[in-house]
């Protein structure tokens, strides 16, 4: 199944399923969009497939603005799921509370500049970011973001994988730059490996940074990896935690840290085997 489209394409709840590969290209500036402007929640997108889930250039977007919940955005696959040069986003700009973004599939890769992003910018709480990958997750120059920066609380990223690998600037990450507290970031993974790329949470303002958990059997830090919380200003870092139990490997500048740069306070570290 393929979707071509050189403009955008709204919808109010979005079911694709199909036994066959889905690809969605929707060209530079296209997106598939699934707004809440007023009254009312935004919809549901889901997409299935047995065979491969391809997004290239293609931007799929759930806004809530206004007071009713939002809605999930779920990929479901037991093969290849693939972002490249493209963007899934939720987005909270009211009282609105946003829900999932969940993607359960065998192997699952971002290239080129793409994003899952979950933020608010106001009191209604961001989404969560939910990833179950049996196989790989790979992000090469991509990024797994959950922010806020208003008195909403930021969105936790969940991830469970066989095997985590992060690749040239990539980054998993939750931050705020308001007083609603970021949210954790909790990863479960038979291996991690970072090359120059990070896994943080910070803090740029009053609110909380989230805490960082990881649970590996290896984790292999390569060539200026970073592992981190942090805060700013007055804010406080939340806790860093490590269970690795074969071993732990940094090399060329790598760091696992907690830190304070304002008048808040910086987290513990916690490494067990």
């Known amino acids: 199944m393929s979707i071509v489209r050189q403009g955008d394409l709204a919808s109010a709840d979005l079911v694709i399923q199909t036994s066959k590969p889905v690809t969605l290209n929707t060209g530079v500036t296209g997106s ?17 497939s047995i065979g491969n889930v391809t997004l290239t250039k293609s931007r799929i977007e759930s806004d809530t603005k206004d007071s009713d919940s939002g809605r999930n955005i ?11 040069q493209s963007q899934i986003l939720s987005s909270i700009s009211s009282t609105g509370t946003a829900r999932n973004t969940n993607i359960n599939t065998g192997e699952f890769t971002l290239l080129n500049g793409s994003s ?34 208003s008195s909403g609380k930021g969105g936790e990223i969940t991830l469970n994988t066989g095997r985590l690998q992060l690749n040239n600037q990539s980054t998993i ?6 007083i609603g507290n970021a949210g954790a970031v909790d990863i479960t993974a038979d291996a991690m490996a970072l090359s120059q ?5 910070q803090s740029l303002g009053q609110g909380d940074s989230g805490t960082v958990k990881l649970d590996t059997n290896t984790l292999d830090l390569i060539d200026n990896a970073v592992i981190s919380t942090a805060v700013s200003q ?9 269970t690795a139990r074969d071993h732990i490997n940094l090399q060329t500048g790598s760091q ?6 304002g008048t808040g306070y910086a987290g513990t570290v916690e490494i067990t085997g």
């Open 116 to 149: 899952i992003n979950s933020s608010t910018s106001a009191s209604g709480d961001a989404s969560g970011i939910n990833l179950n990958v049996a196989n790989t997750l790979n992000l090469y120059n991509s990024m797994l973001s959950a922010s806020t920066s």
């Open 197 to 201: 790329s990070s896994i943080n949470s």
């Open 32 to 48: 598939i969009t699934i707004p809440s402007d007023g009254t009312g929640r935004s919809g549901d997108v889901s997409i299935s």
């Open 74 to 84: 779920t990929f479901t696959s037991s093969r290849l799921v693939t972002l490249n």
């Open 234 to 242: 007055s804010g406080t870092a939340g806790n860093l935690s490590i």
């Open 173 to 178: 990450s939750s931050n705020t730059t308001g």
């Open 256 to 261: 696992i840290t907690s830190r304070s740069t």
